[in-house]
């Protein structure tokens, strides 16, 4: 059985997905960096000076999505954000930018060595840790797409909307959320499963994705989308 469901009305700013319904096997939650690096106060994100705790607010309502999603029975993808053990994917202008905030990547770190896979600050944190039979896409940039098979992944498991959720919303979720419009994917972006910086940081994201008439997608509440979908 694959059950058509209605448009989520209370999506901002249309009524999504555009082509008026959407169904379990079309539609993949992709969960974005929710590993301690990120989420941990003795993470990468911390030591670059950000405050990690404004991004925890996000982990309650993206477990939410991801228990919701799980019990559909729809693909859940996560992804990690990490370099090589010998950095050889790590590009210059990265490698400066973590260098002059005063986290080096590859650099000692409180989780081990910064931002880099396999080291325990890599890791998925607990409350979002894939299950066997989810897919895990490790990338070396913000956006989801760049250098790795997502793409080729989702369309064939015939996916063509996608829910969103992770860290941070200005950065890795918007790169991925404006990555999967360009390839033609329909993208709800769950606002409070989300978080950025800086609620003004996040604030802004949202408004630029409502401009256009969702230029890069919608996005819609974890409340109301738990609603609209039982």
């Not at 993949?28 to 993470?43: H, Y």
């Not at 969702?214 to 996005?219: I, K, Q, R």
């Amino acid at each position: 059985m694959n059950p058509a469901f209605q448009s989520l009305e209370s999506a901002c700013p249309y009524a999504w997905p555009v082509t008026g319904d959407w169904r379990v096997a079309d539609t993949a939650l992709l969960v974005i960096d929710m590993q301690r690096d990120f989420l941990d106060p003795d993470g990468y994100f911390a030591a670059l000076g950000e405050n990690a705790s404004e991004l925890r607010e996000a982990v309650g309502p993206a477990a939410k999505v991801l228990a919701l999603a799980r019990r559909l029975g729809m693909r859940v993808i996560h992804t990690r954000e990490g370099h090589r053990p010998d950095l050889a994917d790590l590009n210059d202008t990265k490698r400066a930018r973590a260098l002059a905030m005063g986290a080096p990547i590859g650099g000692p770190g409180q989780l081990g060595r910064l931002l880099v896979r396999g080291e325990p600050g890599w890791e998925s944190i607990a409350e979002m840790a894939p299950l066997d039979d989810e897919i895990v896409i490790d990338k070396c940039g913000n956006g989801a797409f760049y250098a790795t098979d997502l793409d080729q992944v989702l369309r064939a498991n015939g996916i063509r909307n996608i829910w969103l959720v992770g860290v941070t919303t200005d950065v890795c979720v918007s790169s991925t959320m404006r990555e999967a419009n360009d390839r033609g994917y329909d993208v709800l972006l769950v606002s409070d499963a989300c978080r950025a910086a800086t609620s003004a940081l996040h604030a802004a994201t949202l408004a630029g994705i409502e401009r256009e008439g969702g230029v890069f997608g919608a996005h819609i509440s974890s409340s109301a989308l738990l609603e609209a979908v039982r």
